[in-house]
């Protein structure tokens, strides 16, 4: 199983014709994501074609050649011609609050928001709206949601690892995908980028407890970053809720206080939102927690061999 992503989910690009849109729709196509339309008002009733040539381990039924995608006016012509129920936006931050709206009010389930630099008030506006509609958001400036072999919604490289036991949640992109790659020997059921804003759509919280109800997801890799609360939260969580082994990164740990770092939600406080202070806590919650990510993924080999029986635990 994976989690909020199947193989079988039909994808819809908001802003496909555009530079970014068609790069990754390329990308996604290639993979074997089953992408059936896009979106765009002034470029309606026409197609785009794409140059596809299989990547990955889910490109196994993915021919070489051009595909043609069709163009829509709008998401609810394109969901209703097609019966796509993911969306993902490659559109300006300045369209994006409207483009998620389109996409809720069109009645899909799971809008991926790859755009960055959208106003933190057009992000908590969103999220609201969509949480009222029970569509769930991943993002916004986030990677997406990939799950390896079967379906990749976003601008995760599709060829880093295949599909495994282990479970990825992670508030960087590059993170996301360096430990997709150390960890590719046992590879993942889903790998989520949920993005660094300081407010975004699926939090740590959420897909902990997608990956604690997902039988096939054997343990879980959790990265946060300095900044915030996201972290503690989820320890406390952990705590209460989760039976799965998690092991955590957190960068940032020579990061100076009260510097803004990286995402947007990166500023540290004091010892406040520090990664020490967010150590302390996974640590506490009986969470392993690496200083690098390569400390990290090895902390996560070990765990789960002994889980899996390879070696006394």
Request: proline residues 6%.
């Amino acid at each position: 199983m994976s989690i909020f992503l199947t193989e079988t989910d039909r994808v819809i690009v908001q802003g496909m014709t555009g530079s970014e849109g068609r790069k990754h729709t390329t990308r996604m196509l290639s993979a074997g994501t089953k992408v059936v339309a896009g979106v765009n008002p002034r470029k309606a009733g026409t197609t785009v074609a794409f140059d596809v040539a299989p990547i990955g381990p889910g490109a196994g039924e993915v021919q070489a050649g051009t595909v043609e995608v069709p163009v829509h006016g709008t998401v609810a012509e394109a969901k209703e011609a097609t019966g796509a129920e993911v969306s993902v936006v490659f559109v300006p931050p300045a369209f994006a609050k409207g483009a998620v709206v389109e996409a809720v009010d069109a009645g899909v389930r799971l809008v991926v928001v790859i755009t960055e630099g959208i106003p933190v008030a057009d992000a908590t506006w969103m999220r609201a709206y969509a949480a009222e509609y029970g569509v769930q958001i991943i993002g916004p400036n986030c990677p997406g949601i990939i799950s390896p072999a079967r379906s990749n919604v976003g601008i995760t490289p599709p060829d880093i690892t295949g599909l495994g036991p282990l479970g990825l949640v992670s508030k960087s992109g590059t993170l996301t995908y360096q430990l997709m790659h150390e960890l590719s020997d046992l590879g993942f059921t889903t790998c989520i980028g949920i993005g660094g804003d300081p407010v975004v759509g699926t939090t740590h919280i959420d897909a902990l407890a997608a990956f604690e109800a997902d039988p096939d997801t054997r343990l879980v890799v959790m990265i946060g970053e300095i900044g915030g609360d996201a972290e503690e939260r989820a320890a406390a969580y952990i705590r209460e809720h989760m039976t799965k082994p998690v092991v955590a990164y957190v960068a940032g740990f020579t990061a100076p206080e009260g510097r803004t770092m990286g995402h947007a939600g990166a500023i540290v406080s004091g010892s406040s939102g520090t990664a020490e202070a967010k150590k302390t806590a996974l640590e506490a919650a009986g969470v392993r927690v690496g200083r690098t990510p390569s400390q990290t993924a090895e902390i996560a080999r070990e765990l789960y061999r002994r889980l899996a029986g390879e070696v006394g635990a």
